[in-house]
T-cell receptor, first 116, second 115 residues
């Protein structure tokens, strides 16, 4: 169990640029989640995959945000035309198959985005 | 809708003293409840969860939490605090009633343990 990994760990970009983050879940976990965390807040749900299918999207996920998990393994989160309000920590989590809701989500270290 | 309240932004405790970090929740039906800890510039680490059964749940690093259905609470406790316990603690809830698998997190409580 190598844990959830995220790359890059830090990203500084200029307003209007596109950024892409990658998440590699724990290998046997078929569920993958993206969250956003701002200072003083808990993680806010963005989107969720089961295998390659994107099953839920938060209304926080504007049309500038897109996430993929093409082969049901790693996932990418892209933000187009970044805005200063996108500055946050982006967290990825994964969980193993199980009856819904009680499984434990394991989090990666996060990608901290700063939009100048 | 489900929600979590962590009424204290910060908890201060002396090393060796017992600690409590409070959490109350609101959910339709019965809950699944979770506690996570976050160290600076790190992701969340799972501490413990309540699914069913015994109301006292034991977790990692000597932490435990007590589920109280009548008070809709799930307070995190530890008998003797360590300086290394200083971190941000998050409570999360999910309804057992089906639908979304997504938990709702509280805003977090900063625990500071003084030497």
């Amino acid at each position: 169990d190598t844990g959830v990994s995220q790359n890059p760990r830090h990203k500084i970009t200029k307003r209007g640029q596109n950024v892409t983050f990658r998440c590699d879940p724990i290998s046997e976990h078929n569920r993958l989640y993206w969250y956003r965390q701002t200072l003083g807040q808990g993680p806010e749900f963005l989107t969720y995959f089961q295998n390659e299918a994107q099953l839920e999207k938060s209304r926080l996920l504007s049309d500038r945000f897109s996430a993929e998990r093409p082969k049901g393994s790693f996932s990418t989160l892209e933000i187009q035309r970044t805005e200063q309000g996108d500055s946050a920590m982006y967290l990825c989590a994964s969980s193993r198959p199980g009856t819904g809701g009680k499984e434990t989500q394991y989090f990666g270290p996060g990608t901290r985005l700063l939009v100048l | 809708a489900q929600s979590v309240a962590q009424p204290e932004d910060q908890v201060n405790v002396a090393e060796g003293n017992p600690l409590t970090v409070k959490c109350t929740y609101s959910v339709s039906g019965n809950p699944y409840l979770f506690w996570y800890v976050q160290y600076p510039n790190r992701g969340l680490q799972f501490l413990l969860k309540y699914i069913t059964g015994d109301n006292l749940v034991k977790g990692s690093y000597g932490f435990e939490a007590e589920f109280n259905k009548s008070q809709t609470s799930f307070h995190l406790k530890k008998p003797s605090a360590l300086v290394s316990d200083s971190a941000l603690y998050f409570c999360a809830v999910r309804s057992r009633g089906g639908g979304s698998y997504i938990p709702t997190f509280g805003r977090g409580t900063s625990l500071i343990v003084h030497p």
